[in-house]
């Protein structure tokens, strides 16, 4: 129970600050995001293994770095943190955000951005917290959240930045339960993440699993 708990907090904080930092409109969103998620993942790491994200869940459960039956309590503690993440984020700004592609961007730009830089956090993550030869460093918080502050910086403007199904679906499900917007664009940060998660899997087999 101790794994799914860390995991419903780590995601809850993680997405409550996206909402707040990108409702309060800052130039320094990516920064403050990606600086989150480095904080949740040391605070999370040695407990549930930080995954905060049903992606990652699934490329460490495809190659066996985690326990089999955790896949879906994993997946159902980030997605009920991400929901009260982005809840709370309303309730103190009294606004929602949201996460959809650019004006100037189609869906299969958006779809792309996302695939490609999920499939480098999942990498990361793997390579930084699930290999043996790096089992025990101390720099994988600061590794995987600075993929995010790459990722959000670089493709945020494309896709919207999501990489993460939990954030896109606590972001987009709050905001269309309050009237404000619409599910049309959450298959793009379900689809995308998952196949980033799926190929960084096959990525790090080739890679050598040691």
């Known amino acids: 129970m101790r794994r799914y708990l860390t995991e419903f907090v780590g995601t ?3 997405v409550m600050t996206i909402g707040l930092i990108v409702t309060a409109g800052s130039p320094m969103a990516p920064l403050v995001i990606g600086s989150t998620l480095m904080v949740v993942v040391y605070m999370g790491g040695s407990i549930s293994g930080a995954h905060y994200n049903p992606a990652v869940t699934l490329a460490l459960f495809l190659r066996n770095k985690m326990p089999r039956g955790d896949l879906l309590p994993y997946w159902i503690a980030q997605i009920l943190g991400a929901l009260a993440g982005a809840f709370l984020s309303r309730m103190f700004m009294d606004r929602t ?27 990361v993550v793997l390579n930084c917290a699930a290999r043996e030869a790096t089992k025990g460093n101390s720099y994988f918080g600061l590794a995987i ?7 959000a910086f670089a493709g945020g403007p494309i896709s919207g930045g999501a990489f993460n199904p939990a954030v896109a679906t606590g ?10 917007g619409s599910l049309g664009h959450l298959w793009i940060y379900l ?4 196949a980033g998660g799926i190929i960084a899997s096959f990525i790090f087999q080739a890679q050598g699993e040691t």
């Open 97 to 123: 955000f949201t996460i959809a592609p650019a004006a100037t961007a189609n869906n299969g730009t958006a779809l792309l951005v996302e695939i490609l830089y999920t499939t480098l956090l999942a990498l």
């Open 145 to 151: 959240g600075f993929v995010i502050v790459i990722a």
């Open 171 to 180: 972001a987009i499900v709050v905001d269309t339960v309050s009237g404000s």
């Open 12 to 14: 809850l904080f993680f």
């Open 191 to 194: 689809v995308g993440p998952f």
